[in-house]
């Protein structure tokens, strides 16, 4: 007898992950059962009496539990849920299913969960102006949306509905209804959301076989093998919705059919999926190629850390095939390599500083400077690095022609002169203790790569992450990596992240992106409550855009709901300290494991004093050090700002806010205004990164004064 196809929903997986061990090993023996046999008695199928859908059934699981499945011919089940007995004839009288007239996949809802969100919110008690009444029925059906939903989406008159309804249909017609309210038209959201989803092959509703394998079914349904550990493994650890699911725009995006004529760039507010973006781009690149084929691609983001989480993401997404084609390294690993793999050179052999040794360095610099010298340690490692690194200026006639762009004060022949004398003494000691700054180290390595021809360029394409903070000898060194054409660069990056000095207009390091440049607007991360402050907190702020415009979060929002984020002042650090040991215990009673709370600190002195504070409460607790990923076991992820980039957590604790803008991260204004303002820029973006990390939970405390950059998110 020929085994029944049996697929199951999103939702059922997570329904089975909230039941306990015994049901859930009882769960999978009824999916295997179904699938050898479907008219086994002991699967007792059952059709609801009264259901608004016919082809919905349910069967038994156990005596307590029914599994709830739609059945489009008699040996094609889809499962939709898992629910106690009486529950679960409820929900099956209430879901309807249909063959999406537009993507061909299989769409199901219940209808009369909808309904209750209508009553809940009181939309439907009430008459007036409705989100879609100029939607014509016809335009709804054009955009993917079936029919049966329309009744109920002309009742939504409020963002709670629209919101909360949004969830509870199928995810396109989800972000249909939700860029129709935002105010898009209908053709836009036909070619931004819709037309991507749409059958490549004629729809025939008929034909289930084909519904089965569609990509838009797909999204939503996996298939049931006989294999049962992998069964459990599927249901257990199931994939993660980004993998499986990209939002229309993503998709268009990262797996466009027509190439990339040059550098592609996606830009995007915090938790837009850029990196999931980025992670799909190298996939689709990589599918290009056999396994083994020559050359690999490159994805490079900015830390360590972030290049590891990355390695793994990869890994989630493709497994061993994928990642066998791509390289994934930190900006200054890929700057090592060539420096390494080129024998001639004696930059292969010396030890490069990190940001605390080049300032000790220009510290000694300074001090046997000829006395009345009034150029400083901070002006002077401006101008070492976003003067003479940024434009890899290497003689004095280069140093004077040199363009000072974004340099706050003016410097007449003589200064620079005296400035380009101590660069030289400078780089000297350096040459002499055979070392060299990171910065410094990836001119260099943009030297060698320049000699290079095509042939010699190591990568078939580079993917960044994180584009907003490398340097402009980074940029040309990316450049040099991979020969000019079409997908050569596939570029992520948000301007309001920016947390490092680096300013760079692409265009003028080789990499082209005009007319190739997109913005990302939904976040999937954080609740519209976190965001609201994220944005009150940003203000006004218009950052470059890496490319001579300027950036803009115009359309960012969220779909997610969530609590309020709480602020508080404290008297003294040690009682604000006490009360993030509560915050903590409470988020941990309302069910959010240790490791999945963060708790972010402007110094690393107050990072660790909150670690110790946790520990003698009893919780655990670990600070996350540099070039390092968190590690799940030990508890709480307490960590400097700096380091929470790129990451993120269920909840996050902000401390010792007071003292964000830091005083001596900032160039003070009487020796550079333009210095001090991107400095207080910089500092602002630290805590807007720092806020957006949280996904459900926020808290923000301080002793003393609050920061200035909260004043409108307290007020
Ligand atoms: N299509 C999607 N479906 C479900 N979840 C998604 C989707 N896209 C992104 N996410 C989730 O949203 C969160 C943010 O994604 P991601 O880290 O890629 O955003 P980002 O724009 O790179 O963020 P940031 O700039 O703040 O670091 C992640 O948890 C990711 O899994």
Same mark, same amino acid.
């Given at each position: ?25 009882? &769960? ?15 699967? %007792? ?41 009486? $529950? ?57 949306? +079936? ?41 836009? &959201? ?35 093998? $006989? ?13 993660? @919705? ?48 056999? #396994? ?28 061993? @095939? ?7 390294? %930190? ?41 009345? %010298? ?44 005296? &400035?380009?004398?101590?660069?030289? @003494? ?138 309020? #984020? ?21 988020? %941990? ?56 980039? +790129? ?58 004064? #609050?920061? #200035? ?7």
């Amino acid at each position: 007898m020929a085994k029944a196809n049996v697929l199951f929903a999103d939702s059922f997986e997570k329904a089975y992950q909230h039941l306990d061990a015994t049901i859930q090993r009882r &769960v999978i023996d009824f999916m295997l059962k179904l699938r050898k046999d479907p008219d086994s008695n002991g699967l %007792n199928l059952k059709q609801p009496h009264g259901a608004k859908d016919k082809r919905v059934w349910t069967a038994r699981v156990n005596d307590n539990f029914r599994a709830v499945l739609l059945r489009p011919t008699s040996d094609t089940f889809y499962l939709a849920t898992i629910k106690p007995h009486d $529950d679960a004839y409820d929900y099956a009288a209430q879901i309807v299913w249909d063959v999406n007239k537009v993507t061909g996949g299989l769409d199901f809802y219940n209808l009369g969960e909808i309904q209750e969100i209508l009553v809940r919110t009181g939309d439907s008690e009430v008459a007036g102006v409705g989100f879609f009444d100029a939607i014509s029925d016809a335009d709804f059906a054009h955009l993917a949306v +079936g029919a049966s939903l329309v009744p109920v989406l002309r009742e939504i008159r409020s963002e709670d509905a629209l919101l909360g309804i949004a969830e509870s249909i199928p995810k396109l017609a989800g972000q249909v209804i939700l860029a129709l309210a935002d105010g898009k038209s209908v053709n836009d &959201v036909w070619s931004e959301i819709v037309a991507g989803s749409a059958a490549e092959d004629e729809i025939d509703p008929d034909d289930l076989d084909a519904v089965a394998e569609r990509p838009a079914t797909r999204e939503t349904f996996a298939v049931v093998t $006989d294999d049962s550990e992998e069964l459990e493994r599927m249901l257990l650890k199931p994939m993660s @919705e980004w993998r499986v699911y990209l939002h229309p725009e993503q998709r268009k995006l990262a797996y466009r059919a027509k190439p990339y004529n040059g550098p592609a760039r996606v830009s995007g507010g915090p938790g837009t999926g850029k990196t999931v973006v980025a992670l799909h781009r190298v996939k689709a690149l990589a599918d290009r190629y056999p #396994p083994g084929a020559g050359k690999k691609i490159l994805l490079t983001t900015y830390t360590n850390a972030l290049s590891e989480l990355l390695g793994r993401l990869l890994d989630d997404l493709g497994g061993p @095939e994928l990642t066998a084609k791509v390289e994934v390294l %930190n900006i200054d690993k890929v700057v090592r390599e060539v420096l390494r793999g080129d024998a001639e050179s004696e930059w292969s052999r010396v030890e490069v500083l990190g940001d605390a040794g080049i300032a000790s360095r220009w510290d000694d610099v300074v001090a046997s400077a000829t006395p009345g %010298n009034p150029f400083d340690k901070l002006f002077l490692v401006g101008e070492w690095e976003q003067v003479i690194l940024a434009q890899n200026v290497r003689t004095r006639d280069e140093y004077f022609a040199a363009r000072r762009a974004g340099r706050g004060r003016r410097i007449n022949r003589a200064e620079r002169d005296q &400035v380009w004398k101590l660069i030289q @003494e400078f780089e000297r000691r350096l040459d002499r203790d055979k070392a060299m700054g990171f910065k410094q180290a990836a001119a260099r390595a943009s030297d060698i790569a320049a000699t290079w021809s095509d042939a010699e360029r190591p990568y078939r394409h580079v993917v960044v992450d994180e584009a907003q903070d490398l340097h402009a000898a980074h940029w040309t060194l990316l450049r040099a990596l991979v020969p000019s054409g079409p997908d050569d660069m596939f570029i992520v990056g948000d301007a309001f992240q920016r947390i490092y000095d680096n300013r760079v207009t692409l265009g003028k390091l080789g990499v082209d992106i005009r007319g190739r440049s997109s913005c990302l607007t939904l976040n999937y991360r954080t609740t519209r409550q976190i965001l609201r402050d994220a944005l009150k907190m940003i203000g006004e702020q218009v950052p470059d855009d890496l490319d001579g415009g300027s950036a803009t979060l115009k359309g960012y929002r969220s779909v997610l709901r969530g609590g309020k #984020p709480v602020m508080a002042g404290f008297p003294s650090s040690a009682a604000e300290l006490t009360a993030l040991s509560a915050r903590v215990r409470a988020w %941990n009673k309302a069910g959010i494991a240790l490791d999945e709370i963060a708790v972010f600190a402007r110094t690393s002195a107050t990072a660790s004093d909150a670690v110790g504070v946790l520990k003698g409460a009893g919780i655990a607790a670990s600070l996350v050090k540099s070039g390092t990923t968190p590690k799940p076991e030990s508890g709480v992820q307490v960590m400097t700002m700096h380091r929470a980039k +790129g990451l993120e957590f269920r909840a996050v604790a902000i401390v010792d806010a007071g003292c964000v803008p830091l005083g001596v991260a900032v160039t003070p204004e009487t020796v550079d205004h333009l210095d001090h303002q991107r400095g207080i820029q910089r500092e602002r973006s630290l805590l807007f990164v720092s806020l957006t990390r949280a996904r459900e939970a926020l808290s923000i405390t301080w002793s003393g004064q #609050p920061s #200035p950059f909260l004043a409108d998110v307290i007020s």
